[in-house]
């Protein structure tokens, strides 16, 4: 599967900006899809899964009852709304997506496949 993700961009504190991930070769409710983000000189960092065929969502403790991700299975695409954005979320934002729809993994080594990542930049 191909993952395209789009939507970043330039947003003050406080604001809201959603980031999109399209799939191709594969359709997303077959797989477990995650967002995971990577500020310059940090780790990439885990934040936001769901499930495969079901609406189970998990999230990483920075972004929880800011974030919501979901699915649209029509468009073949998985949304992460981001709310309250702060500066510190400042980074790019890449999509991933691993075969074992039913298990939500929290690890980078743990997913398959990557898109090339959308920059988000967060002004204070």
């Known amino acids: 599967v191909q993952l395209v993700e789009s939507g970043g961009g330039l947003v003050q504190a406080g604001g809201s900006l959603r980031v999109s991930c399209t799939a191709s070769g594969g359709v997303v409710y077959r797989y477990s899809m995650a967002w995971f983000r990577q500020a310059p000189g940090l780790e990439r960092e885990f934040v936001a899964a769901i499930r495969g065929t079901s609406t189970a969502t998990r999230y990483g403790d920075s972004v929880k009852g800011r974030f919501t991700i979901s699915r649209d299975n029509a468009k073949n695409t998985v949304h992460l709304q981001m709310d309250s954005l702060k500066p510190e979320d400042t980074a790019v934002y890449y999509c991933?997506?691993?075969?074992?729809?039913?298990?939500?993994?929290?690890?980078?080594?743990?997913?398959?496949?990557w898109g090339q990542g959308t920059l988000v930049t967060v002004s204070s």
């Open positions: 991933a997506a691993h075969p074992n729809w039913n298990v939500i993994y929290y690890r980078t080594t743990s997913y398959d496949y």
